[in-house]
């Protein structure tokens, strides 16, 4: 079992930044990837960024150059900068991770790009 905590978002202006946050605990010994998903209202969830333990990285091509994720395995944490926000980013943010065959969700931290 993994439990995932998210953080960090709210409101922000286009063009602004915000940093989320996902703690994992649990069995976390060999999770992996761990990442972050979108689910804006009436569309489906859709990958936002993932990270291995051996920190490779793979990004929505709509996110590409404004997005970056990165993990702490000492704390269990994955982080996602988000710079140059658009309105369209406006989604619900869920920290994903899989364990072995497993794939766990947060639940959820919404984000606003909105002047």
């Known amino acids: 079992q993994v439990q995932l905590m998210e953080s960090g978002g709210g409101l922000v202006q286009p063009g602004g930044s915000l940093r989320l946050s996902c703690a994992a605990s649990?069995?976390?010994?060999?999770?992996?990837?761990m990442g972050w998903y979108r689910q804006a209202p009436g569309k489906q969830r859709e990958l936002v960024a993932l990270?291995?333990?051996?920190?490779?990285?793979t990004y929505a091509d709509s996110v590409k150059g404004r997005f970056t994720i990165s993990r702490d395995n000492a704390k269990n944490t994955v982080y996602l900068q988000m710079n140059s926000l658009k309105p369209d980013d406006t989604a619900v943010y869920l920290c994903?991770?899989?364990?072995?065959?497993?794939?766990?969700w947060g639940q959820g931290t919404q984000v606003t790009v909105s002047s």
């Open positions: 994903y991770a899989k364990l072995l065959a497993t794939g766990y």
């Open positions: 990270i291995t333990s051996t920190y490779t990285r």
């Open positions: 649990g069995s976390i010994f060999s999770v992996n990837p």
